[in-house]
């Protein structure tokens, strides 16, 4: 791990999904901030406009479009969210590699890096063991993130379906967790792992309000490594 590396015992990343038009605001927060974040993108809905309904409210659901892709995410890491964000757990062990690789594929020319990371699309139960089987023996997908919080710091030994800690929506947990991690004087490696959609924050008035002010946070600090997913798990 990269943070093993610079003698830091703790990591804090971030993982987007569905590479919407809110992930511009989302990135100049970040960079503000020295923060690094993994984007989860499916590539054949790139540039697609779309509406959803969170919370009552109707959300533009905007995708980037394709030719933008390389300068809007860079200094972050693209990673994989299937070509067309399918429920693997449906879906034959031909369409997954098809759902995953192809997009991988995809990913890695737009972005000109080879493209090795990924998160399971959908909500509810979105993967299992069959689907990280066939990911990590079929394609070259090197770790896959799953939608189960753990509020756990732990290093996990199943990078292909790694439980993130926290959701971006649960200030307060969030916000308690990252007190708790700042506070924190570990023996062995920590990863504080937050995750999320950008569209969500146009939910509330005052949610990238309280974004920021967990970035404020959470940011600066000497004995932390910020790192894309790839850079923090691999």
Known sequence: MFFREQAKKKAITFSYDDGVTQDIRLIELLNKYDLKCTFNLNSELLSKKGMLVRKGQRLSHYKVHTEDVKTIYDGHEVAVHTLTHKNLTKCDDAEVIRQVETDRLNLSELVG????????????????????????????????????????????????????????????????????????????????????????????????????EFFKLISGKEDIFYGTNKEVLL
């Open 113 to 212: 890096y080879e493209v090795v990371g990924m998160a399971y699309p959908c909500g509810g139960v979105n993967n299992d063991d069959r689907v990280a089987n066939i990911i990590q023996k079929s394609t070259g997908v090197k770790y896959s993130r799953t939608i189960t919080t753990n509020n756990c710091f732990d290093l996990q030994e199943n990078l292909y379906r790694f439980n993130p800690t926290s959701h971006h929506l649960d200030f307060e947990k969030m916000m308690q967790l990252g007190r708790e991690f700042l506070e924190f004087k570990p023996k062995e490696p920590k990863v504080f792992y937050i995750w999320g959609h950008s569209y969500e924050m146009d939910c509330g008035a005052d949610y990238w309000v309280k974004l920021e």
